[in-house]
């Protein structure tokens, strides 16, 4: 039976409805998919690293990094018009992004305090927000309803190519993370045991530090600044499979994360007017985060 026979007649899929599906909603569901198994991917590996059950690339200053990027592209769109689109703003968002990812790198391979490294992050991320609002003021207003839109964040929008520019980051960071699994499992313990253990934690640190900056850069560049999934992923994998050896929790963080994601995508457009995703996933994430940090407390 020929495609045009089954969608036509009375009621019927129609081509407006494949097209409706296949430009807008099934590119929307990819990039939830892939963006939530990304984020929590690297959120995970960064908890690893810093054995701090907060660190995620939100919290780093991977995030701020990023709006800064944008920040710069938008007030440069003030001077140079014509120029200035949702590519100009992911590929200056990526930079930014994975500038502070650099930085950090730099800065974890001489300090060797987590909760030093944690603050610095968190730093980074207060200091990119004030520069970033400082240049708002000198965009056009063109570049700054692009800006605004993008830093609500949103999983919608997203063309092939760049779901599969996303997919391509997560594999390499998928299989830079699975190689320093053992690695991770033994800096829990510290990084002078691992190092006694016969593992080298810079290039673990820094094998790892560079998936996870990847797949967060490359994500943060096209849906903006989504977070919270990177917290929250890795907490509910391990308590889902009872365990912290990392080549398990790596690929449950992964399957919770998009789960999340694709679920506050949905509850995102339940409504007349959509949400933005990032705020949504924040009003998902943070009471879960509380309940757990209660719960261990208790």
Known sequence: MLLADLCAGDGGFSWADGAVLWKLRVPRVLTALLSGASLALAGAQMQGIFRNPLADPHIMGVSGGAGLGAAIAALAAGTTAGWFGGMTLAL?????????????????????????????????????????????????????????????????????????????????????????????????????????????????????????????ATVTAFCGPVGF????????????????????????????????????DILANLWKVPLPAGSTLALIGIPLILVILLRNRS
């Open 92 to 216: 200056s968002a990526f930079a930014g992004a994975l500038g502070t990812s650099v930085l950090i790198v730099a800065v974890s391979s001489r300090v060797r305090s987590t909760t030093t490294l944690l603050i610095f992050g968190v730093m980074l991320g207060f200091i990119f927000s004030a520069v970033s609002s400082i240049l708002q003021y000198s965009a056009r207003e063109e570049s700054l309803k692009l800006f605004y839109s993008w830093m609500a964040g949103s999983f919608s929008g997203t063309r092939y190519g760049e779901i599969a520019g996303i997919a391509g980051a997560l594999l390499i960071g998928a299989i830079l993370a699975l190689r320093s699994g053992k690695g991770l499992d033994l800096i829990l313990f510290g990084d002078d045991f691992a190092e006694l253990s016969g593992a080298s934690v810079r290039a673990i640190r820094f094998r790892t530090m560079l998936g996870a900056s990847l797949i967060a």
């Open 229 to 264: 999934v990177g917290i929250i992923a890795p907490h509910l994998a391990r308590r889902l499979t009872g365990t912290s050896r990392h080549r398990t929790v790596l690929p449950f963080s992964m399957l919770t994360g998009a789960f999340l994601a694709l679920c506050a």
